[in-house]
């Protein structure tokens, strides 16, 4: 069987850098972090008090108060950010599909923890009012899926209704596996992406006792520092990034504008460690992407970093990357937005999907910011402070998880 080919023709995106894609690409180039303290919830207890919040979000411009209130805050991050790319892509939804039509789009939308705030809230309506006040809608609010659930609803999509959840490289399997759906003749178009929002007392307070964030209190803006020596953590953030996929054929028959090409695809799991990660599971992931999509490592220009800003993940990642690209690794530009963005779990790889595509579609790679120190164990270039012109065919994306999860997407210029 021939494998198809899938193109990107739409992109959203709600991040702590810009509330649209346009927005948050311009502060990304500009370098401009959206770190700072917390203000969702007095955290001013805890060991860490600042994160990557999104900032001026309004739901009901997107869907109604009504309907909002019975989601929890992911579930509305990830429907704006999939409304704005099923927007941008020009499809037809609702009553505009035939039937046949609409049996061919679908949506995978994941996250990697989901409704945790709605859980908390609920949680403490139960012990301090009793059972009765516990929310008919509070399962429905708070489950991962339901962001899918809600897109397919809202536009009629009746195709594969899928969700996809493993920890921070959640957004990044959504798509690659999105992908293989249309490549395999499941779907011809599908929405897919990751949202996050679990910038709450259990998400900072579990992230906190497990030693995983950094604690520069003193310095939110310059707290995620990817790959610099004095690097102590990675920062938590919120969001969704979501892309319209679709087979090329079908893309060019409507005459959509296409971003970037799908061309590869690869998973793999360290069986190693809960939360530590090796070399090898990436290595192999990053492998298996290039061969996916019949790509030399020599022929890649950009690699979209994990680059979570922690001490062990930076070194192996860099080391992993020298390893799957051999002497190429020192040619690579190997960036990490997340030195602006925070990490936002289960939506990273969405939104950094997204800042990948426009990377390749533009011909610019964006800073990674906060490299003052750069750590000597990690030698490749990092597009240090300032963003780049950068000629770039071929773009690589990465995400790692804990449980030893790792995924890699590869993309190219059509």
């Known amino acids: 069987m021939t494998k198809r080919r899938v193109v990107v023709t739409g992109l959203g995106c709600i991040a702590p850098v810009g509330n649209t894609v346009a927005e948050s690409w311009s502060n990304l180039l500009a370098g401009n972090s959206g770190i700072d303290t917390i203000k969702s919830f007095d955290a001013s207890a805890f060991a860490?008090?600042?994160?990557?919040?999104?900032?001026?979000?309004?739901?009901?411009?997107?869907?109604?108060?009504?309907?909002?209130?019975?989601?929890?805050?992911?579930?509305?991050?990830?429907?704006?950010?999939?409304?704005?790319?099923?927007?941008?892509?020009?499809?037809?939804?609702?009553?505009?599909?035939?039937?046949?039509?609409?049996?061919?789009?679908?949506?995978n939308i994941g996250s990697g923890i989901g409704g945790l705030p709605m859980i908390e809230e609920t949680h403490a309506e139960l012990v301090n009012r009793g059972p009765r006040r516990v929310s008919p809608f509070f399962v429905p609010a708070s489950i991962i899926n339901m962001i899918s659930g809600h897109v397919s609803i809202k536009y009629g999509f009746q195709g594969p209704n899928i969700a996809v959840v493993t920890a921070c490289t959640t957004g990044l399997h959504a798509i690659g596996l999105s992908a293989r759906m249309i490549e395999y003749g499941d779907a011809d178009v599908m929405v897919a992406g990751g949202a996050e929002s679990?910038?709450?007392?259990?998400?900072?307070?579990?992230?906190?006792?497990?030693?995983?964030?950094?604690?520069?209190?003193?310095?939110?803006?310059?707290?995620?520092?990817?790959?610099d020596k004095d690097r102590d953590g990675f920062v938590l953030g919120e969001g969704a990034g979501v892309v319209v996929l679709e087979e090329y054929e079908h893309a060019k028959a409507r005459g959509a504008k296409i971003y970037a090409e799908v061309s590869g695809f690869g998973m793999s799991a360290d069986a190693y460690h809960m939360t530590a990660p090796n070399v090898d599971g990436p290595r192999r992931s990053m492998s298996m992407a290039l061969a996916n999509a019949g790509i030399n490592a020599d022929e890649v220009q950009y690699l979209n970093a994990?680059?979570?800003?922690?001490?062990?993940?930076?070194?192996?990642?860099?080391?992993?990357?020298?390893?799957?690209?051999?002497?190429h690794a020192k040619?690579?530009?190997?960036?990490?937005?997340?030195?602006?963005?925070?990490?936002?779990?289960?939506?990273?790889?969405?939104?950094?999907?997204?800042?990948?595509?426009?990377?390749?579609?533009?011909?610019?790679?964006?800073?990674?910011?906060n490299i003052f120190n750069q750590d000597p164990e990690c030698d490749l270039d990092y597009c240090a402070n300032v963003a780049r012109d950068l000629k770039i065919d071929v773009a690589v994306k990465n995400n790692f998880g804990f449980g030893g999860t790792n995924g890699t997407l590869v993309f190219k210029r059509v």
Request: charged share 20%; proline share 5%.
């Open 331 to 369: 040619k690579l530009v190997v960036n990490s937005t997340k030195s602006m963005t925070g990490h936002l779990l289960g939506g990273a790889g969405g939104i950094e999907s997204v800042f990948t595509v426009l990377a390749l579609h533009h011909q610019k790679s964006p800073p990674t910011i």
């Open 306 to 327: 994990h680059g979570t800003s922690t001490p062990l993940g930076d070194l192996n990642e860099t080391n992993a990357i020298k390893n799957t690209f051999g002497d």
């Open 48 to 107: 860490c008090k600042f994160a990557g919040e999104v900032k001026g979000f309004d739901i009901t411009q997107y869907i109604s108060e009504k309907e909002a209130r019975h989601m929890d805050r992911f579930i509305h991050l990830g429907m704006a950010a999939a409304m704005q790319a099923v927007q941008d892509s020009g499809l037809k939804t609702g009553d505009a599909l035939s039937p046949e039509e609409a049996t061919r789009i679908g949506c």
């Open 198 to 227: 679990t910038v709450s007392p259990l998400g900072i307070g579990g992230f906190a006792a497990a030693r995983a964030l950094s604690t520069r209190n003193d310095d939110p803006r310059t707290a995620s520092r990817p790959w």
